[in-house]
């Protein structure tokens, strides 16, 4: 029997049985459409499990644990990787189209790219650089120098690969043990790049593969931060550190801000010493001063009190200590005591241990060479010696009296009781009005140390000038070294004795007279009677 013979009973409303003829070729072609409908529907689905196996399952705690999410991105990888191959395959016999094929790479890719970033985020959350040393040292011309040595601590890479297992090509390609693109300087508190060159930049750090930087000190501190930038940018760190001393040197740096000074003949002043050790063998240290005239007093104060010392002692806390030298200058100058004449002159810390060794030679003069030879910490100090002069002004008279119409002349001395020549010696006059002066002579030129020179004042009062006392101011000023110089101020006293009316005298005169010599012809008369 065919397929074409079969017939179909169906039971209508009335329970009778009616057969329709050709049933068969309908539900045959039912069957055959349903079964192609459900190879596509395979298809289909296959496609979408393939993107959903090349792509990972976003989970928002992801950038949490990102270890987690690390592995979510390798499995995606992999199963992409499987299906590319199986894809290819496919490909190659023909079984599937180009554009198939070309969907499923770009799957690959992207699951790829999914995966290394992840993996570069692990990577650069693990990355560390650590400072291994930081010693700041004193270079030859003076200048302040820090070398920090840098180190790549970072671990993430052999724990990620105890817990992951890695393709290695990929792995090894991202370089998980090189820090890239290092940007290193020094800054102080206030957010200031103190060092020269102001930034230093390490191209590759591997790990375990220390970098040494040097940097010049632009300020001078102990205690510094260091500012590391890396990681692509995103990482940045602020380290305070505080700086070791080069404990090979064996020396003490001394420096000052004063270390040039002008000081006036017959006082003193003081140089504050910053002394900074730089020994690994001594701690206590002598202070000595060479090249400096045997004329001109010193000795060390410590810092901020009356307190002498020769000898000091830094302690295992601090590493710097501050001293004052004071110097005392002659009240005159000398051969070895120019005034306006630069003297140069050295302090030298010396070890307690060498003191014996070196025993400095005060008497002669060292140049910078020799204590370079000698292998001990000084500093150049200048000491410029200054005079100044001082007017005296001395007058033997400063009270007259006179009669109406007279003139005074009033001799005044002038002398230089400085220690430097004045120049341009003035004297003024203050007069009561309509009075009038002259001064001989009106200027003195230059006045040396301790020269002495006359200068005559003559003072005339006013017509008609009333009887009594007046009072006359006399100043003097001159220049010393382009400074003004005032001597002290004279006041002359001038006494104008009142005009004598002489026929009013005459007129009591003879009216005395008179009245006696009545009185004598009056007595000889009463002695007669």
Not at 184 to 209: C, F, M, T, W
Not at 454 to 475: F, L, N, Q, S
Request: net charge negative.
């Amino acid at each position: 029997m065919t397929y074409s013979q079969v017939t179909i009973h169906s039971v209508n409303s009335a329970g009778l049985t009616k057969i329709r003829p050709g049933g068969v070729d309908i539900l045959f072609q039912k069957v055959i459409f349903a079964f192609v409908l459900t190879l596509c529907l395979i298809f289909f689905l296959s496609d979408i499990v393939c993107a959903q196996a090349g792509s990972t399952y976003y989970n928002p705690r992801d950038a949490d644990f990102k270890l987690l999410g690390l592995k979510r991105a390798k499995e995606g990888f992999e199963l992409a990787k499987d299906e590319l191959n199986r894809k290819k395959t496919l490909f190659e016999e023909g079984q599937i189209s180009q554009s198939q094929y070309d969907e499923v790479r770009k799957i690959y890719n992207s699951a790829e790219v999914d995966y290394q970033q992840q993996l570069l985020a692990i990577l650069f959350e693990n990355q560390y650089v650590t400072i291994n040393n930081a010693v700041k040292y004193t270079s030859a011309s003076g200048e302040k120098i820090v070398r920090i040595t840098l180190n790549n601590s970072s671990s993430g890479s052999a724990e990620l690969k105890k817990l992951v297992s890695f393709d290695e090509q990929i792995f090894n390609a991202l370089e998980p043990d090189v820090i890239n693109n290092i940007y290193v300087s020094i800054i102080n508190d206030e957010g200031a790049i103190i060092s020269q060159p102001y930034e230093h930049k390490i191209e590759r750090l591997p790990a375990n593969q220390p970098k040494e930087l040097s940097f010049t000190l632009l300020q001078d501190l102990d205690v510094v931060t260091v500012y590391l930038l890396y990681g692509n940018g995103k990482t940045e760190a602020k380290k305070k550190i505080y700086l070791k001393k080069d404990a090979t040197i064996n020396k003490v740096d001394i420096k000052s801000d004063q270390f040039s000074q002008e000081v006036e003949l017959g006082k003193s002043s003081s140089y504050d010493l910053s002394l900074e050790l730089f020994s690994g063998k001594n701690d206590t240290f002598k202070l000595e001063v060479v090249n400096l005239p045997s004329q001109i007093n010193r000795y060390f104060l410590n810092f901020g009190s009356e307190t002498r010392l020769s000898l000091f002692k830094f302690t295992e806390s601090t590493s710097t200590q501050k001293v004052s030298l004071k110097v005392f200058l002659p009240d005159r100058a000398s051969d070895s005591i120019v005034i306006g004449q630069s003297i140069k002159f050295y302090v030298l810390a010396i070890p307690q241990n060498r003191v014996d060794e070196i025993k400095p030679d005060f008497s002669k003069q060292y140049s910078e060479e020799e204590l370079i030879n000698m292998n001990v910490g000084f500093i150049k100090l200048d000491l410029v010696p200054r005079g100044t002069g001082e007017l005296l002004v001395k007058a033997q008279q400063l009270f007259f009296s006179i009669n109406p119409g007279d003139a005074v002349q009033v001799p005044v001395d002038l002398v230089n009781k400085g220690t430097r020549g004045l120049d341009n010696v003035q004297i003024d006059v203050d007069l009561p009005l309509n009075w009038s002066h002259s001064i001989e002579p009106k200027t003195i030129a230059h006045l040396k140390v301790s020269e002495e020179k006359r200068a005559i004042i003559t003072i005339t009062p006013g017509e008609d000038v009333a009887a009594g006392r007046y009072e006359i101011r006399v100043t003097t000023k001159s220049l010393s070294d382009e400074q003004p110089i005032t001597g002290e101020d004279k006041t002359i006293n001038v006494e104008i004795k009142p005009e004598t009316n002489l026929w009013g005298i005459s007129i009591i005169i003879l009216l005395i007279l008179g009245l006696v010599g009545g009185m004598v012809v009056f007595g000889i008369k009463l002695s007669r009677r």
